[in-house]
């Protein structure tokens, strides 16, 4: 059975950070490539960041550059956003994604809120 399980979230004052992981599980997970959405209320889910199958490359919205990084485990089969200098701006429910890079296959996370708030 696909899952993607994700943590780490939270209520954090601005100025903080926190930690994401995704766990994968039921597929390969070292072939997808994964990426963090975010969707605040009223808003659209948004792309915040992916990172290439490998963990070569990493690509992120302006909004969060340099602030916050993508990496990858692959031997834990495990994505994280580590996420420094929280704002306000930034609660939201943040998802992880995984698109195969060899086929159309595309999984979605249940989830974790943040919130940044004083």
């Known amino acids: 059975q696909v899952q993607l399980v994700e943590s780490g979230g939270g209520l954090v004052q601005p100025g903080g950070s926190l930690r994401l992981s995704c766990v994968a599980r039921?597929?390969?997970?070292?072939?997808?490539?994964m990426s963090w959405y975010r969707q605040a209320p009223g808003k659209e889910r948004e792309l915040v960041a992916t990172i290439t199958s490998v963990g070569g490359r990493s690509n992120y919205a302006d909004s969060v550059k340099g602030r916050f990084t993508i990496s990858r485990d692959n031997a834990k089969n495990t994505v994280y956003l580590q996420m420094n200098s929280l704002k306000p701006e930034d609660t939201a429910v943040y998802y992880c994604k995984a698109v195969s890079s060899r086929s159309v296959d595309h999984y979605w996370g249940q989830g974790t809120q943040v919130t940044v708030s004083s």
């Open positions: 039921g597929f390969t997970f070292s072939s997808y490539i």
